[in-house]
């Protein structure tokens, strides 16, 4: 039996097989009434389905039906690999849809009325949107602009190797945070960080929210080396650092831990017992398909397609992530969603915006919702 998580009692907690070869673990609410609208809420890294725990019941208290599951490689979902000399296909984008199709079909639904994504999250949102239109009826994808396939540039594209040598060359090297994830070391450098786990998620949790006053996010110019190092380390790390050491000075003093109601020490406990327990590879592996060329021929192949249901974009005013891909942001306003219905960056929020700033975001979520959805 499962650990017992620290949920509210109409929160509820339990596993579906036979999701695309999966045991998925899923969180829910607004189970008890039947013939409700479905919203799914997926996470990000380093997340988990509990990341939703704060917005399952105002949806629930809204009409919806709501389910956030452990995703392909994360938390108590189990029946994927955590090796890194694998093929990465099931853990791309479009496999990744796939797991949504086989989850919801398993829910006993045929669509899905309410379709969230945080972080990671959020583009996994845009290609089920993008590719599944029929599905996924309106999108909110929240703190990673979505900018659809790649190109050339960015990233995925032809191009990384020479930012790369670009971050390489400037006076103080740097490297992107994508290349390192996408390392054999990375997992374990976490795993066995000299502060412990649990520090270093903390660290890493406060060094990219709103509590720590150096975030101040802005537009980049373009996608080069230059820019791309005004960003924080935790995006354009130093070139020889882990990402450990890299958040280790950022660990914030006890009576500010003590004073953080967003993330509860209990609360920061699920993410290090499950993240011991199962390490980062599974989440590691989505970062890694970035580079994998074949799985990138297939997505430009969908360079033409566009999200044509509605969609909002929501992020925190201090996070960095709506900004740290020059160009993504504007991209998803102008071309990829043809019904954008809003973006919001929510003052007093870092990158963890449902967990910093629950109420504004399950309002503007539940407003939507009710605005694109049938819902009573």
């Excluded at 790649?150 to 990384?160: L, Q």
């Excluded at 786990?197 to 509590?211: E, T, V």
């Amino acid at each position: 039996m499962d650990p017992h998580l620290p949920l509210p009692s109409n929160i509820r907690s339990r596993r579906i097989d036979g999701v695309n070869g999966l045991s998925m673990h899923i969180l829910e609410a607004g189970y008890e009434t039947p013939g409700r609208p479905l919203a799914l809420l997926l996470h990000g890294f380093p997340e988990l389905a509990f990341s939703w725990r704060k917005i399952l019941e105002p949806l629930a208290d809204a009409g919806f039906y709501v389910v956030a599951p452990d995703q392909r490689g994360y938390g108590r979902t189990t029946g994927w690999s955590d090796a890194y000399e694998q093929d990465l296909r099931p853990f791309g984008p479009l496999a990744l849809v796939d797991d949504m199709l086989a989850l919801v079909a398993e829910l006993g639904h045929n669509t899905v009325a309410l379709l969230v994504g945080h972080d990671f999250g959020s583009p996994v949102a845009g290609w089920c949107a993008m590719t599944r239109p029929d599905v996924f009826q309106s999108v909110v994808m929240m703190s990673a602009p979505f900018a659809g396939a790649p190109s050339a540039g960015g990233i995925a594209g032809s191009g990384r190797d020479s930012i790369d040598d670009g971050l390489a060359k400037l006076s103080r090297p740097r490297k992107h945070y994508h290349w390192y994830y996408a390392t054999p070391a990375a997992n374990r450098d976490m795993l066995d960080a000299s502060s412990g786990l649990h520090a270093l998620l903390r660290a890493y949790f406060h060094y990219k929210s709103a509590d720590w006053s150096g975030n101040k996010p802005y537009r980049l110019v373009d996608w080069s080396a230059e820019q791309l190092a005004l960003l924080p380390t935790y995006y354009i790390m130093d070139r020889g650092a882990t990402m450990a050491e890299t958040v280790a000075p950022f660990m914030p003093a006890p009576e500010a831990i003590s004073a953080c109601t967003w993330l509860t020490e209990q609360d920061l406990s699920v993410y290090s017992d499950e993240y011991r327990r199962t390490g980062f590879q599974g989440g590691l592996n989505w970062y890694r398909t970035r580079f994998d060329g074949q799985l990138n021929a297939e997505l430009a192949g969908f360079a033409n397609n566009s999200i044509d249901v509605p969609s909002m974009f929501i992020s925190g005013a201090s996070d960095w992530g709506t900004f740290q891909a020059p160009g993504a942001l504007e991209r998803m306003q102008s071309k990829i969603c043809t019904q954008m219905q809003g973006t919001h960056l929510i003052d007093g929020a870092g990158h963890w915006v449902m967990q910093e700033k629950t109420e504004a975001v399950a309002r503007l979520i539940t407003d939507f919702g009710k605005r694109n959805t049938l819902v009573g």
